[in-house]
């Protein structure tokens, strides 16, 4: 059973610019869920996606995006970079069904921002 | 809405003692509780969870016990060792109404565990 993966593993970035990090979900999980972990911060859901459209999102502006692939494979996009979007960036995917699915992450993509 | 609160660490401890590390919740419904485990440089591993009251997750050593009636969760391991070094995260997993399910994390307890 393959586990979750991420790439890039880290990606440095100017202010303004734009990135796209992404994400394989676990064999067999149709759900996928980003997060953003700032240094010494528990992790803050970003959104998540399920049969390839966003299923809920928490509170980040609309220049953070993604897409969900037929394969559950995702992307989040981050346009017009700030300083403060420096971050791990945590994928985690589930089997979405009845109630609340166990969400496994991935390894991170640290995103350092200049 | 949603939130966890957690014991502020840094926490240190010698090897075989006896760790507690607190977490409480507010939450609306019935939320599943559990705990992650990030190891330097990594991203989270489940350690434990429960997902109704009065259920106790465990793993490694691990134990929490899900008590409704003090909204807590409560990760306790009997004798600690090196490798158990990590910081901890205390996260509930609920909706909004919607089909959403999404984890609130607390702010993480660093545990450093000496020979």
């Known amino acids: 059973e393959t586990g979750v993966t991420q790439s890039p593993t880290h990606l440095i970035k100017t202010r303004g610019q734009q990135v796209t990090l992404r994400c394989s979900s676990q064999?067999?999980?149709?759900?996928v869920s980003w997060y953003q972990q700032a240094l010494g911060q528990g992790p803050q859901f970003i959104f998540q996606y399920y049969r390839e459209e966003e299923n809920g999102r928490g509170n980040f502006p609309p220049r953070f995006s993604g897409l969900q692939f037929p394969n559950y494979s995702s992307e989040l996009n981050v346009n017009a970079l700030e300083l403060d979007d420096s971050a791990l960036y945590l994928c985690?995917?589930?089997?979405?069904?009845?109630?609340?699915?166990?969400?496994?992450f991935g390894p991170g993509t640290r995103l350092t921002v200049l | 809405g949603d939130s966890v609160t957690q014991m502020e660490g840094p926490v240190t401890l010698s090897e075989e003692a006896f760790l507690t590390i607190n977490c409480t919740y507010t939450?609306?419904?019935?939320?599943?509780l559990f705990w992650y485990v990030q190891y330097p440089g990594e991203g989270l591993q489940l350690l434990l969870k429960?997902?109704?009251?009065?259920d106790k997750g465990s793993n490694k050593g691990f134990e929490a016990t899900y008590r409704k009636e003090t909204t807590s969760f409560h990760l306790e391991k009997g004798s600690v060792q090196v490798s158990d070094s990590a910081v901890y995260f205390c996260a509930l997993g609920g909706n909004s109404g919607g089909s959403n399910y999404k984890l609130t994390f607390g702010k993480g307890t660093l545990l450093t565990v000496n020979p």
């Open positions: 985690a995917s589930s089997l979405s069904g009845v109630g609340m699915a166990t969400q496994y």
């Open positions: 429960a997902t109704k009251a009065d």
């Open positions: 939450a609306t419904g019935y939320p599943s």
């Open positions: 064999s067999g999980h149709n759900t």
